[in-house]
């Protein structure tokens, strides 16, 4: 039995603006699409939060049982200015490159961050400049269908007549049509729009646009909402499970996702729409484009006007999950101190909860209170987390299962009262959840400094030795090699290796 069929996961729609019982398509695959990064700049800690949110989404859904086809795409193209001028063009002039090498460096940069906050790569990484045939079709299908029109080269959606065919429209954003803002990233060519809620799929080049491709109507390029649609149809189907973003994706972006799906392929792409909630800075969205961001490496290395000292990336995971992915979240120096606590905390039980792992007790007269105790809380873990992914909730109860495990540790008879069966269970819920659900790891150890300590001590062997102290000087050798350290006397100075 998987574990999915014993916990009924929820979810909650915001397509419905409602909690639901997940039903899975096509049980155990589960079909995860999760819009990326832009890719023409380092990507801020608000990023960081909504990807780490994700991957507690995939993580969880894979420790349930599920087989997870989780692809998170690459922006690299159709991203515009208000001028019109594409981002990543404009940025490879700043920095002298090409276009295709800013979104490489860039998204080296991402990967790198990615790995170093614990997220698991997805299962696909799709580039949108990789896409253009399948976005060029979807188009197509789309006029085919009669929700799209030609005007000088540049193609539009129909978005009134899609509105006034099917009553899809403006569901997952709440917004009527005649609301509707006209949308800043295609307003350079506001006049040739039959109506100003169609948007861009197509867009002709102009001369100065570098990144451009041959097409039915012009050489140009995709809208930015297109390639989304087109990549999840190629890799997940016409309707796959769950669809993820920031919330600020939900308009216009996931709006246009869904009318282009239905104009071109006739339904909706996912079931289930998560949006996570954006992570404040001083109580104000952080936004590249507003300058109000602090970087994962600001972050990391104490670098910032906001933060006292620098934190550790697994310190700043744990401050993400203490939250709701759906609640916003204000970054502040006090609540990543607080955070550095906690983490602390949950993570001193882990040695403990890894040995209970492998426990063989002869318990004589079974606790029958703590043995309740102990399952109720694994239990728990499972239904806050399938309270749409609850980690705040679940982390409460992971503290509550790290005072028992200390318990243990301080006051080994309380091991007499329990079973194999129930340590077992208590040592693998916990490690389970913290490690492979939460994905929060013990940090590498810090080599460099080890390093800085091993000279201090090589330093003040050398001075023993000037001092004809030949006792302290051995010792000093000798209690590094006990600890796997070798120092070397040689021509140019003394050496060492771990
Ligand atoms: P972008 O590179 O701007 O396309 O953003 C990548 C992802 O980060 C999207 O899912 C955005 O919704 C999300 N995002 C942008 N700003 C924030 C923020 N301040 N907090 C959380 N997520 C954000
Ligand atoms: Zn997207």
Known sequence: MRKYEKYPLYIHN???????????INPPHIGLYVCGPT???DVHIGNCRTFVSFDVVFRYLSHLGYQVRYVRNITDVGHLLDDGEDRMAKRAKVEQLEPMEIAQKYTNGFHKVMEIFNTLPPSIEPQASGHIPEQIEMVQAIIDNGYGYEKNGSVYFNTRKFASDSSVYGNLSGRVLDDLLQETRTLKNQDEKEDPADFA????ADDRHIMRWNSPWSVGFPGWHLECSAMSTK??????????????????????????????CGCSPANYWMHSNMLLLNGKKMSKSDGN?????????GNSEHISKGYDPMTIRFFFL????????????????AAEKGYKRLLNALPIAERLK??????????????????????????????DFNTAKTMAVLFEISSILNEI??????????????????????????????GLKKEAEDTSKIGDVIEILIQLRQEARANKNWALSDQIRDQLLASGITIKDGKDGTTFSL
Not at 14 to 24: G, I, N, Q, Y
Not at 360 to 381: M, P, R, Y
């Open 14 to 24: 915001s397509l419905s603006r409602s909690k639901e019982l997940f039903k899975a």
């Open 39 to 41: 890719v023409y700049s």
């Open 201 to 204: 799929i197509w867009m002709k």
């Open 235 to 264: 890799y997940l189907g016409k309707t796959f499970d769950i669809h993820g973003g920031g919330s600020d994706l939900k308009f216009p972006h996931h709006e246009n996702e869904i009318a282009q799906n239905n104009g071109a």
């Open 293 to 301: 961001t602090i970087t994962p490496h600001q972050l990391f290395d």
């Open 322 to 337: 203490q939250a709701h992915y759906s609640s916003t979240l204000d970054l502040s120096d006090t609540a990543l101190q």
């Open 358 to 387: 492998d426990a063989s007790v002869d318990g004589k007269t079974v606790d029958e209170e703590l043995t309740q105790k102990i399952k109720d809380l694994c239990n728990q873990c499972y239904i806050e987390m399938c309270n």
């Open 409 to 438: 540790d301080q006051n080994p008879k309380l091991l007499t009262g329990l079973t194999t069966e129930t340590l077992v269970e208590l040592g693998e819920t916990y490690v389970g959840f913290v490690e492979d659900v939460l």
